[in-house]
Each structure stands twice: as structure tokens, then as C-alpha cells.
């Protein structure tokens, strides 16, 4: 098992960095791929980026360039680095841990981009 727990979320205006933070805590955290999705009002929840256990990444061609993930292995947290805001970003943003057919979600964090 697996618990995750998301932080950072918030209201920043257009053009803005956020933080977020996922903890994660009952298992081999390096051993899992690490990922961030979003869901948006009205739309399906979706990747938006990923990290592998060797630290290879992936991002959605939309936020390439803008948002970095990367992870602490020593502190079991993958963080989401997101600049250059936009309030097409704006979305629940949910931690995802995966291993096999594992699959763990966070409660998720609203990161909400406005002015």
C-alpha cells in the first residue's frame, strides 16, 4: 500500500510559479513511476507529467518547457515545478504511484490561474 499526499496548490495569476509537493509514505518509493495528472471542470482527468524510477521524465506537449517534475527519493516526494502559468492550467492537479497493476492516487490539490 501506498498513501500519497498532495500540497502547494493555490490561486497565482497568469504568468506565475507554483510548487506542488506529493509525500508518499507505506512502501519502496523508488521503485515506483511517479506521475501528475490534472482534471479541469467538465473534462477527464489527464497526464501531465511523469517520472521513472531511473529519473527518466515525460511531459504533455502543453506544458513542456513550463512545468518540471522531479522527486527525493531520501524524502519520498515527487514535486511538480509549474512556471509561466496559465489559466488553461487551472485544474485539480492528483499524484499518482504506480508499480505492476498497482496504481495509488492522492486527494488531489486546486491550482486555480487567474488575475
Known amino acids: 500500500q501506498v498513501q500519497l499526499v498532495e500540497s502547494g496548490g493555490g490561486l497565482v495569476q497568469p504568468g506565475g510559479s507554483l510548487r506542488l509537493s506529493c509525500a508518499a509514505s507505506?512502501?519502496?518509493?523508488?521503485?515506483?513511476?511517479m506521475s501528475w495528472h490534472r482534471q479541469a471542470p467538465g473534462k477527464r482527468r489527464a497526464l501531465v507529467a511523469g517520472?521513472?524510477?531511473?529519473?527518466?521524465?515525460t511531459y504533455v506537449d502543453s506544458v513542456k518547457g513550463r512545468f518540471t517534475i522531479s522527486k527525493d527519493n531520501a524524502k519520498n516526494t515527487v514535486y511538480l515545478q509549474m512556471n509561466s502559468l496559465k489559466p488553461e492550467d487551472t485544474a485539480v492537479y492528483y499524484c499518482?504511484?504506480?508499480?505492476?497493476?498497482?496504481?495509488?492516487w492522492g486527494q488531489g490539490t486546486q491550482v486555480t490561474v487567474s488575475s
Open positions: 507505506g512502501s519502496i518509493f523508488s521503485n515506483y513511476y
Open positions: 499518482q504511484a504506480g508499480l505492476g497493476i498497482n496504481v495509488y
Open positions: 517520472i521513472y524510477s531511473g529519473g527518466t521524465t
